[in-house]
């Protein structure tokens, strides 16, 4: 090694520090400056540096990835409950439509049902308030502009628009969510609520209508006994004998009948009321027609009598005798006409009656017609009220032109005038028994 001079700085010599390197012949040397060693150390630096994070990352890199894929997996588990929850709350509001759905489906099922039955009320009930109108009642609690404004209420709620449109306001959501589902889905509004207060309307009509039909069936129905009895007892008083058929219709008729005694069915109360209606309907009927039937009208309406029913003077012998029947002062040739329907019995020339005709009204009750001054009517003829039956005049044991009238029951005579004055009092019941 070679010396070579000290160089000195401040005063004080710095020493190189020299690598030689020997090979043989060969001797090699290099010098070692501070920047080189100083290189030198801070890459030995940055290696061991990246050696060390080398190292760590291997021996920290599983517990790293698996940190990772356990995140990965929370994030998994999270999404999936997420989804789950939500399908689970769409299926609870598609089992709620599809509950509420068929809760509105069977009640409209039990509305239809409910229309239908009172649609064949109606007609049931039309058919007996014709019969009513035609037995001269008059329904007394019928409003038709109340009854209009209710019918149209009620074809409103239940028309087929307003049950469509309540059907789809129920049709259920789709059960496969999308993005808009995952993201927010609304708590529906509850079908059968909304339903219920539609149903509760329309009920409340359906109550309404029935409630106006059983009150005006009950009032026919005691409107209709009311007459019925009024006019039964008119009859009575008049002495002539209910006919059976009528007791049987009034519920009198209690003659043969019998059976074991079982307790009654459940019965519907409109309609056990249309039955009641009915059966007065049928009594009142009954109860008319024999009135019809019956000599009550006034064979001579606004005209005179001459001489009543019962003893008098015999106008051709002077002394008493029973005058048998009613006389009513005629115009000769004037129309003599029936008091009510029945069949010529008799017609022609008849002793001191002269010409005269007798119809047999049937229950034993018949009318006599004499004097007359032409017969139009034969044996076996069917004459009806305020028929003619033929003309007035003066034959037989008579002073003057009149008519001869009389009302017989089972042969014997009764005066005509109870007849009469009953007709009176039925004509304001019967309108068929006003004056011929």
């Known amino acids: 090694m070679t010396a070579r001079p000290h160089n000195r700085v ?4 710095q020493r190189q520090h020299t690598i030689i390197l020997a090979s043989g012949d060969t001797v090699r040397h290099m010098t070692v400056r501070p920047w080189m060693a100083a290189i030198a150390v801070c890459l030995i630096g940055i290696f061991s540096i990246g050696y060390l994070l080398a190292t760590s990352y291997l021996v920290l890199r599983d517990d790293l990835i698996g940190a990772t894929m356990a995140r990965q997996a929370r994030m998994q588990y999270d999404y999936e409950d997420r989804i789950a929850a939500l399908r689970a709350q769409v299926d609870r509001v598609t089992s709620r439509q599809l509950l509420d759905q068929q809760v509105v489906e069977e009640k409209v099922d039990k509305l239809i049902e409910q229309q239908q039955q009172l649609s064949s009320r109606n007609g049931k009930l039309g058919t007996l308030l014709d019969r009513a109108g035609n037995s001269g009642l008059t329904d007394k609690s019928a409003h038709p502009d109340a009854n209009a404004a209710s019918k149209n209420e009620h074809a409103q709620l239940t028309s087929p628009k307003a049950i469509e449109k309540l059907l789809l306001s129920g049709k259920p959501a789709d059960a496969t969510p999308d993005n808009s589902t995952l993201a927010y889905v609304p708590a529906p509004e509850t079908v059968a609520d909304r339903a219920d207060r539609v149903f509760s309307k329309v009920t409340l009509s359906l109550k309404h209508i029935e409630q106006d039909q059983l009150s005006r069936i009950r009032g026919l129905t005691a409107d209709a006994s009311e007459t019925a009895n009024s006019i039964q007892s008119i009859m009575q008083n008049v002495g002539v004998k209910v ?24 019965v519907d109360q409109f309609e056990q009321s249309m039955a009641d209606l009915d059966t007065a309907l049928t009594h009142l009927e009954t109860v008319r027609g024999a009135a019809e039937s019956l000599p009550f009208r006034n064979p001579a309406p606004g005209k005179l009598v001459t001489s009543p029913f019962g003893n008098r003077k015999d106008p051709f012998f002077g002394t008493l005798a029973l005058h048998t029947g009613t006389d009513f002062h005629f115009s000769p040739g004037e129309k003599i006409k029936a008091t009510a329907p029945g069949k010529v019995i008799a017609s022609g020339w008849t002793g001191g009656y002269g010409n005269m005709v007798e119809i047999d009204h049937g229950g034993g009750i018949s009318t006599r017609y004499g004097h007359m001054e032409q ?13 003619t039956i033929g003309l007035a005049g003066s034959t037989g044991r008579s002073t003057g032109t009149h008519l001869h009238y009389e009302v017989r029951e089972n042969g014997h005579p009764i005066d005509p005038m109870y007849f009469i004055a009953a007709g009176t009092k039925l004509a304001s019941y019967i309108s068929g028994l006003g004056a011929i």
Request: glycine content about 20%; overall charge negative; cysteine-free.
């Open 375 to 387: 017969i139009l009517v034969k044996v076996g003829d069917k004459v009806g009220a305020g028929d």
């Open 10 to 13: 401040f005063g004080k010599q």
């Open 243 to 266: 006919p059976n058929e009528i007791a049987a219709a009034a519920g009198k008729d209690t003659d043969g009948v019998g059976g074991p005694y079982v307790p009654p069915q459940n």
